[in-house]
């Protein structure tokens, strides 16, 4: 059944929502028009009749630029997933008619590498072999755009607010380990402060601007904590290798260090200090030509709760 609100919808509200979305889109009355094939005049005649009907005023106009105004861009922010859901849904019929094929270039971290998007690719390129998929793992925030990547992989607090963003995974936690060996000479800690008294495992990612600040946070408290030690990786594997080891304590991605854990092999600390914060999302500038591979690498890669 359809909702109360759903039933409240007009057919012209659709279609003029539709025309505000594709005006933020371009940022440009001629360049929206253009694209929803209509004239410049009827485009700026729809936005006006919307804001009549709503009785708020959505877009400021000038001679040079048109701009969202405060009311304009919030419901953007709350039409725009529900519209892309529904071209998703559209699409991703279309694409089944077809047999999947092409490129897809894709950048994305170690971890959600390992953790996420082999997993999906294996599954495709197993399942329709006219696709290739070229995966660039790398620290770095790259930007998509001029590097020429059709998607990128990061954790959504992370991501550029131009970017469409779905969500790939559940919530992510940070783990504080070290081998028993290493605590067999020291004294756990019990606050990240105590950080200052051990030899910890550096991590250098080119999106922290050089070696990783820890963050913890516990009852809404956040606390960043600079840490020091013998050894600095660019790779949370070898980070992890090394304080198996008992080389010194380890920062690392909750996931990585669970076999450990279970056997012993490392011991954690300060796991009250690690909660949990939001976790990976494929992010892409626009689905207006959206690829059926790209589509297809979506729906394998979306988070769905339970």
Known sequence: ????????????????????????QEGNFTRAAAGLGVSQSALSHAIRRLEERLGVRLVARTTRAVALTGAGERLIEAIGP??????????????????????????????????????????????????????????????????????????????????????????????????????????????PHDL??????????????????????????????????QLTFNRASFALQAAREGRGLGFLMEDMAARDLADGSLVRVLEDWCEPFEGYHLYYPSRRHQSPVLALLIEALRWREG
């Open 196 to 229: 200052s008294d051990h030899d910890c495992i550096n991590l250098r990612l080119v999106t922290a601007g050089g070696l990783y600040t820890w963050e913890f946070s516990k009852d809404g408290r956040e606390l960043n904590v600079r840490v020091a030690g």
């Open 1 to 24: 059944m359809y909702s109360t609100e759903a039933k409240a919808l007009r057919r012209e509200d659709l279609g003029d929502l539709m025309n505000l979305l594709a005006l933020a």
């Open 82 to 191: 529900a519209f892309a859901e529904i071209a998703g849904g559209l699409l991703a019929l279309s694409s089944a008619r077809e047999k999947p094929a092409g490129a897809l270039r894709l950048t994305s971290s170690e971890h959600a590498a390992q953790t996420r998007v082999w997993p999906a690719i294996e599954r495709i390129v197993a399942a329709y072999p006219d696709i290739a998929i070229e995966l660039t793992v790398e620290s770095g925030l790259s930007d998509i755009v001029a590097e020429k990547f059709d998607a990128g992989v990061r954790l959504g607090e992370h991501l550029a607010k131009d970017m469409i963003a779905v969500r790939i995974g559940p919530p992510l936690r940070m783990a504080a380990v070290a081998a028993p060996s290493y605590f067999a000479v020291r004294k756990k800690p019990l606050t």
